[in-house]
């Protein structure tokens, strides 16, 4: 066994976030997506669970199951149009342009 691992996947793990970042927020650390779980912390930290799937707030229609879904920076709203190469995850559902929250897996980094 290999004595300098430190997380053995490394999927629920405390990672600085954005400010105002609350429980059930999607966000970017980085290159890797997540949603937090708990609210940002005084140290700038949020349990981040970087695996699954989530009930989302997506902008704009998703047309197919599996299309992928992406995080502009600076918001919480995820869209289904292109944003500079960010996939968040992917739509487990579809739906209208109406804004509404559908199941999205978080995209493997």
Known sequence: ???NEVYRNADHIDLP???ETKSGDPVFVGSLPGVAVTDR??????TVW???AFLLE???AVANVGDPV?????SKVLT???VAGRVFGYALQT????????AIAIAKV
């Open 1 to 3: 066994m290999a004595k």
């Open 17 to 19: 976030v954005p400010a």
């Open 41 to 46: 912390q005084p140290d700038g930290t949020a």
């Open 50 to 52: 970087r695996t699954g």
């Open 58 to 60: 997506v902008g704009d």
């Open 70 to 74: 992406h995080l502009p920076q600076g």
């Open 80 to 82: 289904a149009a292109a």
């Open 95 to 102: 739906k209208t342009t109406t804004s509404a929250k559908i």
